[in-house]
């Protein structure tokens, strides 16, 4: 179950540890995995901006275009910075499992313990994305392509592997998890037929114009959308749940499989965590920034080659690799910064957000049309519209974006912390 842990805010004065008599272990948080995270958070909130309708407001303005593009999913290859809010999350993930399990070890947990932790953890964030697919629905909505499902159904495989991270040679054996995962995935794939040449699209919800314009040929198109081995899973898998009718497609291309590659996604987080907690107190800058430039070279090559088309949507093995890369940069710059610079108070508003995460997920998707609504009620409807009618979106997301931010510095004042 979710609980509200107190917990130290992370502050410029946070004293420093020093030699002392024994006293119970205390782990000091890592700020630049925490600003990270916030910046993750803040790009997921921000979708209140509504930057795409700013943009239909001024179609010639390039700024806006630029941030609209930026604040949508491409539609099937290619990648937008809102593409990586959900790599990021799951990085991450694995990046605090090394640091969450050191700290519990130190106050005596032992493996039976954790795992079942583990187990409930994952259950817990399961059950939370399936209640909040099915807000708009007149029945639970038995789909599991949300974020934090996919991290769910990841996470017990990812702790077993998280948890035997001090023994010789688990780097290694780590590396090869991966590998036997992406290829495994991959093969599953390249295995199952793709579309026939007279295959109605629009049968599984992709006009002609679309298919023409997005999905592939040759050896790549099995990886198309809606016509996969996800897809099918999904049709057999998600029509075993009751359901207001049978699921055929999912309008996005996402799948319930994807968690799959998310874990491995999630592994590269795991990986970059031991790399920190090892390297303790230096930051392994070379091995992350040879990660990074590594995976999103690797993940556009195997793209190009047509061997595994980069899609974020179905979550594709290099989609893993090509976003594994752009994360270990972003935890490159962020330890840079932070730890090896020192400089620390910017990320302060980051760091509210990042060390709430799960409090940050459920106020955007419990409270905008709330807080929407109480505006055009003691406001007006057109109070936003002080800078004319096509900045209303942005304005009215700005301040509902700050009612968010102020929520969770509340809760950081009081060292309220949401925790699964």
């Not at 590659?261 to 970059?272: E, N």
Request: hydrophobic share 50%; net charge positive; with cysteine.
């Amino acid at each position: 179950m979710a609980t509200l842990s107190q917990t130290t805010p992370i502050t410029e004065t946070t004293p420093i540890l020093r030699e002392a008599a024994p006293v119970k272990p205390t782990a000091l948080r890592n700020v630049a995995i925490d600003a990270y995270r916030g910046l993750v958070m803040l790009l997921m909130m921000a979708e209140v901006l509504q930057l795409s309708r700013v943009a239909v407001a001024y179609p010639t303005n390039l700024f806006w275009k630029i941030l609209a593009f930026n604040q949508t999913h491409v539609e099937w290859f290619g990648c937008s910075l809102h593409d990586t809010i959900q790599p990021g999350f799951s990085f991450l993930v694995g990046v605090a499992l090394p640091y969450s399990i050191a700290s519990r070890i130190a106050k005596g947990a032992r493996f039976a313990e954790l795992f079942g932790h583990a187990l409930w953890r994952s259950l817990v964030l399961v059950a939370l994305g399936v209640f909040l697919r099915s807000m708009d629905h007149s029945m639970t909505y038995f789909t599991f392509e949300d974020t934090l499902s996919q991290i769910g159904f990841g996470y017990p495989f990812l702790f077993l592997l998280g948890f035997y991270s001090s023994q010789a040679g688990w780097g290694k054996r780590a590396w090869a998890t991966l590998a036997l995962v992406l290829v495994g995935y991959w093969l599953v794939w390249a295995i199952y037929p793709a579309a026939p040449a007279s295959f109605d699209w629009t049968s599984v919800g992709v006009s002609p114009e679309w298919n023409a314009q997005h999905n592939f040929t040759g050896f790549a198109a099995h990886w198309n959308k809606n016509y996969n081995s996800g897809n099918c899973f999904d049709q057999w898998f998600l029509n075993l749940f009751p359901r207001e009718n049978r699921f055929e497609y999912n309008s996005g291309g996402y799948l319930t499989l994807s968690f799959i590659p998310t874990l491995g996604t999630m592994i590269l987080g795991l990986i970059a965590g031991v790399w920190l907690r090892e390297s303790r107190p230096q930051i392994p800058m070379k091995k992350l920034l040879i990660a990074g430039v590594s995976g999103i070279v690797l993940g556009l090559a195997l793209h190009y080659s047509h061997i595994c088309p980069v899609v974020k949507r179905i979550w594709t093995p290099s989609w893993t690799i090509f976003s594994g890369g752009i994360c270990f940069l972003f935890l490159a710059a962020f330890s840079w910064v932070i730890d090896v610079k020192g400089l620390k108070k910017w990320a302060f508003p980051l760091v509210v957000i990042g060390m709430n995460s799960i409090a940050a997920y459920c106020i955007a998707h419990f409270t905008e049309g709330f807080l929407e609504s109480t505006f055009r009620i003691h406001l007006g409807a057109r109070f936003f519209q002080f800078a004319g009618a096509g900045l209303q979106p942005f304005f009215q997301g700005a301040a509902i974006l700050l009612c968010y931010w102020l929520a969770l510095f509340w809760m950081y004042r009081r060292k309220l912390f949401l925790k699964i």
